[in-house]
C-alpha cells in the first residue's frame, strides 16, 4: 500500500527515501507547476532531495486514502514546512509551507510503479509571492 510508505519516506527528509517507495524503473509525474516527469529512482531521489532542500523541516501528512480494486490507489496530503530553500521560479520568503495534493499511485506490490501527482499550484505561487 502506498500511503505509509510514502508518508515514511517523505518524513524522513531524503529524497533517497523517497525513491526507494518506487520501483527501480518506477515513474513520478507531477501535474502542476513546474510540473516534471522524472524517471528511475535516482531522478525521482534528485528532484525530491531539491524539495527538502527547500522546506527541510517538511512533513507529509496523508489526509486521505482511497484503493481500487485494479491495483491503484489515491492518497489525498498536505506537505508542510517552512520555505527556506529557493526553487526554480519560487524563491524562498521563509513562509510557512502547506500544500495540499493528491496521488494518484499504480502499484507493484508494495512498491509504487507510477505516481501521479496533483497539487493547488495557487497556494504555492500565492506563498512565494508570485500571486495575490
Known sequence: MAHPRLEAAWNARD????AEAFTPDGVRV??????ARLEGRE???????????????????IRGVHEHGNGDVTVEWTFHGTHTGDLPGL???????A???????RME??????????WDAATLLAGAGVLS
Do not use: M, Q
Request: hydrophobic share 40%; glycine share 12%; with cysteine.
Open 99 to 105: 500544500l495540499h495534493g493528491v496521488s494518484v499511485c
Open 30 to 35: 507531477e501535474y502542476a507547476l513546474p510540473g
Open 43 to 61: 531522478a525521482i531521489a534528485a528532484h525530491t532531495a531539491g524539495y527538502v532542500h527547500a522546506v527541510p523541516d517538511c512533513a507529509l501528512e
Open 15 to 18: 529524497g533517497r527515501s523517497v
Open 109 to 118: 506490490g508494495e512498491l509504487i510503479r507510477e505516481e501521479r501527482v496533483y
Open 91 to 97: 524563491p524562498a520568503r521563509g513562509e510557512p509551507v
